[in-house]
């Protein structure tokens, strides 16, 4: 069965630098998710989506930003990156019969800024 | 906003006995509360998931049970076999209509000892 599509799987950048994450939710799932998990935390929402329209909001900094485009694939942007973005990111995806509910969860894109 | 407790922190049980993952939740109106395994260097992975209008659920070894009234909500996992051995999260949301984030738990770390 398709699963959601992460690209890159890896990403380094300098401090300052910035970087375009990429994520392809499952056929048929309108609804995407941004998470992002440092070492050993639990995974912090960041944003979603559903319909190609921002749903959710929770504590995705100001100098990110995300979109999803008509083909409902999704980019999270992140601008002036400090140490501290350095995670997991991980986007889900969710039926459109259970908006909000049943989140499958990409394998996920390693951020390091050095 | 949604807190999501979750104990023990760490869990060690012989392969074959029963393990239990137990979570509180602050805000009443949640209603939706999944479970995710996650192993390392992969995204979380839907293992069970149970709404509020439900008290308990099955899925052969695994088992969520839900008490509204006490904000409590616990995963039971019987007959454990090594591949059990993971990361698990307790999370909640106010599921059902829009693509709200899912509030995680801190994650219990199982290990099944042979």
């Known amino acids: 069965a398709a699963g959601v599509i992460q690209s890159p799987r890896h990403l380094i950048k300098e401090k300052r630098e910035t970087a375009t994450l990429k994520c392809y939710p499952i056929?048929?799932?309108?609804?995407v998710y941004w998470y992002q998990q440092g070492p050993g935390q639990d995974p912090q929402f960041l944003i979603s989506?559903?319909?190609?329209?921002?749903?959710d909001k929770g504590s995705i900094p100001d100098r990110f930003s995300a979109q999803q485009f008509s083909d409902y694939h999704s980019e999270l942007n992140m601008s002036s990156l400090e140490l501290g973005d350095s995670a997991l990111y991980f986007c889900?995806?969710?039926?459109?019969?259970?908006?909000?509910?049943?989140?499958?969860f990409g394998s996920g894109t390693q951020l390091s800024v050095l | 906003g949604e807190n999501v407790e979750q104990h023990p922190s760490t869990l060690s049980v012989q392969e074959g006995d029963s393990a239990v993952i137990k979570c509180t939740y602050s805000?009443?109106?949640?209603?939706?509360f999944p479970w995710y395994k996650q192993e390392l260097g992969k995204g979380p992975q839907l293992i069970i998931d149970?709404?509020?209008?439900?008290g308990e659920k099955k899925d052969q070894r695994i088992a969520v049970t839900l008490n509204k009234t006490a904000k409590h909500f616990s995963l039971h996992i019987t007959e454990t076999q090594p591949e059990d051995s993971a990361v698990y999260f307790c999370?909640?949301?106010?599921?059902?209509?829009?693509?709200?984030?899912?509030?995680f738990g801190k994650g219990t770390h199982l290990i099944i000892q042979p």
């Open positions: 889900a995806s969710s039926p459109r019969d259970r908006v909000g509910e049943k989140l499958f």
């Open positions: 056929p048929r799932h309108d609804t």
């Open positions: 989506f559903y319909e190609k329209m921002q749903s």
């Open positions: 805000d009443s109106a949640s209603n939706y």
């Open positions: 149970i709404r509020s209008n439900v």
């Open positions: 999370a909640a949301s106010i599921g059902g209509g829009g693509a709200d984030g899912l509030t």
